[in-house]
Each structure stands twice: as C-alpha cells, then as structure tokens.
C-alpha cells in the first residue's frame, strides 16, 4: 500500500476497506438503496474523490499486514456504496484530527451535499453548537454560508415529534411544511398532521395553504388580547407574555416573514405577534375572564354575558346573548350597561350594551364608514384593472404574445380545470403521469404532469395547446350529468378541420343483435280419440289370432 504526504494529510490510493470505519458522530443516518447501487458502480470504474479519515489507534490485519483503523470524517455514502459492491479497497487520505474537528468535517462538508434530508443536517448543527465554545449560531452559519434564519428553520425541526420526524423522513411533506409544524406544541403537532393527511386527499396543500390554516387555527394573535402581556400573576405558572419564548416575536430568526397573508385583526401592518401555544392562551383568556367577572359583580347586579356569535334563537338559561339580541351603545347612554363577551370575535372584552334596539340611529356609524370606503377602493382598483388591461391589449398586436405570457395563460386554464378534464388531457396529449408518494401511498400528479409539458412546449406549438384546452372540458361524458350530446363547441370545431364525423358514429355504432332463425314447427299428430284406441286394440287382437 503506497501513500503520499501532503498538507492535507497522507494519501492512500488503495487503503483496504476493512480497516475503514463509520464515525458514530455521522448525523446522516437515511441512505438512498438505489443511489447506492448507482455510485457503486461508479467507483468500480473509479473514485475521483478519496474518502476521509483520522487514525483511531487501533489496527487491522489485513492479508498478514497490520493496517491503521481509520474513522471516517467524509465518505460514509462512498464506503457504504463500496462494500455493497464487494471492492477491496477506496482511495483515502488519513489525516489527524480532534473531535471537534472531526465533528465539523462530518457536519460542514457532508450536510453541504444536495441529497442531504433537512433532518439530518438538523442533528448535525445542533451537534456543532454541543460543542460549546468557538460554535456559536453566527460562528456556524458563516462556516456553512447559511443565514441565521437558515439556521434557526432547520434547528427547529428537531421540536418536531417523533410521529411528525417519521412521516417527514418518509417524504409525506416538504421541508417548508415541517418548519410549520415543528413551530407548534407537540399536542397540536399531532392535530396539524391529521388536518394535512385530509387536505392531501385532494392534493397536497402548498406551504403557503398549510401555514395559513396553521396561523389561523393553531395560533393566537397577543395584538387583540384582551389581558395585559406583561402581566405575569394572572397565570403564575405561565408567567408573562413579554418574556415567554413560545411567541413569533421572540423567535424573529425562526419567523423572518412580514406579512404572512393573513388578515390582520389590528390596526398593524405589519405580522402580528402570535403565541404558538394555544392552551397557555386559553389558560389566560380563562383566568381573565374569572378577574373580570369579579370586578363587574361589585356593585351587586347580576353580571351580563353576551357573545359575539350571531344567532336568532333565543339563549338559553345560562348562556351568554347572541349577537343581534343586543346593541352597543356609548356609555353615556343611561339605557346601557356593561357586559362581558364570553365567546366570540372580542372574547374577554367589556361593552355598553343595551337589549332594547335603539330607536334612533347611532351618531358614530364606524360600519357604515367603512363600507363606504371599501366600496370606493374596490371601484378604483376596477378601474386601475380595467386600464390595465387595456394597455396590455393595445400593446399586443394580434399573433405578437411572448411564450412566458402563453405559459401564463395554460397554467390559468390548468387551475380552473376538473380532475377528469385533466385526466382526459393527460390522455389526449399522450402524457404519462408523474408519480408521487402522497401519506405512505403512491398516485399520478396530474396537475404537475402537464405543467412540466407546458414548460417544454415552443411558440409555434401553443396555439393548438390553447384550443385542445378550450375543447377539453366537453371531451369526458358522464353518465350521470350532461345533456348526453356532443357539446356544440367540439362537434363545430371537427366540422372545420374536416373530421369525417359519419365514419366515427360508424365506427362507434353498437353492434345489431342477430336475429334467431326461426324453427319450423312438426305437425302435430291428430289426437287419439277414444273410439280409435278400441278399434287399434281389436286390429292387434285379430292380428294375434
């Protein structure tokens, strides 16, 4: 076994890969099986990149040499691979290392690889912070030439449960999906991924989709609580809001978003600070409610409990009164009183309400401002729409569209399309559908099948395209809605190209059943009377004589 030395080490052309050995320190613990066989191959015709090890100490023998252990540091995929196909040996470089040495090549220049899991190269940056000094989040994410917020996503994966890092390993979601869900207490995350396995029936939901439905569901905006932040004896045990860490604003790197396409409930532009545990927030909004029902029961009336909620139906005792059975008023009207909103949109709050609707309209109408004015910039924006539209049809003669806007166009045609529609284009443009595993199940895309065909269409080519899209929809009939005809705008259409429509109807025709022929009937023989069985008896008889 000859070797040379350089700075980097002693290099190995040939070291025997008996005496190579995984680091237990190696964070990436999910191989590809295919991928394997793959790079075994490759390295019988020959490795470009020798693996890289430290001595352990320890030794081998080796075909009656006693050859140095080394622990790899990089190459665990390339060994692996090796020993699947039965070569003797890798070319290697031994170089001197510590632990944490070893443990930066293993997390640094492994985790920098493209078919790393975004799990595993968690477990590696949280290896590397382990270490303590000198490995500190910006002394790493200038290592690796991440971001901070880079950084804080992935470390956050590890909040994920152990049914959640399954089903994420299992590629059921995206990486953007689980940074969603391991922002959430580990009961919620359980809840988030039954929601999403239902969503996924009819697709997987985007990040975007699945992070609305969890902000809106899962989290609680602080901006409208009705309780104090910084008040840390209402829930003693929970302390204040200011200080807790289980909120968006105390996490910016994990949470680097402004505006998450929420609606805002308060005057804020920008995203609201939210607390990521909801029953901590119900705990609060309890023990809130109770404090306010002590300050409103000292002047000995009974306490009013309204809701938010609209409803007809009158309340039953005990329960709070349904909006539209009572009506603020300004609290220098002598027929209000103060009441507290139990359930609803301003649960926890305290208004001047009367149960008698006012005879007279209320001098601040805050509703019917607001009305107006959205009214008056849904109009502008119309008409800025309007101009728009028609800059862009005045400058864009007949036959003159660009491929990126044509590519626009199919992909609006494909949102509004039914599933069988696009079944059916599948079909007529002789596509074969994308597989992917959806929930520990395989099924077709059809949706990402055709925008990978739109991608690679030319210009000449799109104006058929969009008439096949026009047309589509009426291709599939069904049995149980339809007029049960060909829809005017397909049958046209074949008209114009010169279709043969009656060699098609001949051709589709059902078969006539055939006729049976008709079996002739035999004569049937004249029935025997009974004065013909006594003659026949005397001819026999006399016959006999």
Excluded at 202 to 217: C, D, T, Y
Excluded at 220 to 246: I, M, Q, R, Y
Excluded at 294 to 323: F, M, V
């Amino acid at each position: 076994m000859t070797n040379s030395t350089n700075g980097q080490g002693h290099y190995h052309p040939a070291y025997p890969i008996a005496a190579l050995q995984e680091s237990l320190w190696n964070p990436r613990v999910h191989y590809d099986a295919q991928g394997l066989v793959d790079l075994g191959v490759s390295l019988a015709q020959g490795q470009l990149t020798p693996v890289l090890g430290r001595p352990t100490g320890k030794t081998v023998r080796v075909q009656g040499t006693e050859i140095p252990i080394l622990e790899l540091a990089a190459g665990h995929r390339r060994l692996r691979a090796a020993r699947q196909a039965k070569l003797p040996t890798l070319a290697a470089i031994e170089r001197p290392m510590t632990d944490p040495e070893l443990l930066e090549v293993l997390t640094i220049e492994n985790l920098q690889r493209e078919d790393v899991h975004p799990l595993e190269e968690a477990r590696g940056y949280q290896s590397l912070l382990e270490l303590g000094e000198g490995y500190d989040i910006d002394a790493i994410a200038a290592k690796v030439g991440k971001s901070l917020s880079y950084l804080y996503q992935r470390l956050k994966l590890l909040a994920l449960t152990p049914a959640s890092q399954q089903a994420f390993l299992e590629g059921q979601f995206t990486a953007g999906h689980a940074i969603h869900l391991a922002r959430l207490q580990p009961d919620d995350q359980k809840e988030a991924l039954k929601e999403f396995a239902e969503r996924n029936y009819l697709g997987q939901p985007s990040v975007r989709e699945f992070g609305r439905w969890i902000h809106r569901a899962m989290l609680c905006e602080l901006s409208v609580a009705p309780f104090k932040l910084s008040d840390a004896d209402l829930v003693p045990s929970a302390g204040a809001c200011t200080n807790c860490p289980k909120r968006t604003g105390a996490q910016p790197g994990l949470f680097p978003e402004l505006d998450d396409g929420l609606p805002v409930r308060s005057s804020r532009k920008t995203a609201p600070d939210r607390c990521m545990d909801r029953r901590c927030h119900e705990a609060k909004m309890v023990a809130h409610l109770v404090r306010r029902r002590a300050e409103l029961s000292q002047d000995g009336k009974p306490i009013l409990e309204i809701s938010t909620d609209w409803s007809h139906a009158k309340p039953k005792p005990g329960k709070p009164i349904p909006a539209g059975q009572w009506f603020e008023v300004p609290k220098k009207n002598p027929n209000g009183r103060p009441a507290l909103v139990v359930t609803g949109y301003d649960r926890g709050q305290v208004k001047h309400v009367t149960l008698d609707r006012p005879k007279v309209a209320l001098p601040d109408n805050q509703y019917a401002r607001e009305q107006t004015a959205r009214a008056a910039k849904a109009k502008r924006l119309t008409e800025r729409h309007r101009r728009l539209m028609a800059g862009i049809r005045a400058s864009r003669p007949a036959g003159a569209l660009a491929l990126v806007e044509l590519q626009m166009i199919g992909r609006s045609y494909l949102e509004e399309m039914h599933h069988e529609t696009r079944k059916e284009l599948c079909r007529i443009l002789e596509l074969t559908p994308v597989r992917v595993k959806r929930y520990g199940a395989e099924g077709d895309d059809l949706d990402q099948t055709i925008r990978q065909y739109l991608e690679q269409l030319t210009l000449a080519e799109w104006p058929l395209l969009l008439l096949t899209f026009a047309l589509a929809p009426g291709v599939h009939a069904s049995p149980s809605y339809g007029s049960g005809k060909t829809p005017p705008a397909l049958e046209g259409t074949a008209r114009r190209c010169g279709v043969d429509l009656k060699a098609i109807d001949r051709a589709l025709a059902p078969a006539k059943p055939k006729k049976k022929a008709r079996q002739q009937k035999a004569t049937p023989k004249p029935k025997k009377q009974a004065g013909d069985v006594r003659r026949a008896k005397a001819r026999r008889a006399k016959v006999s004589r």
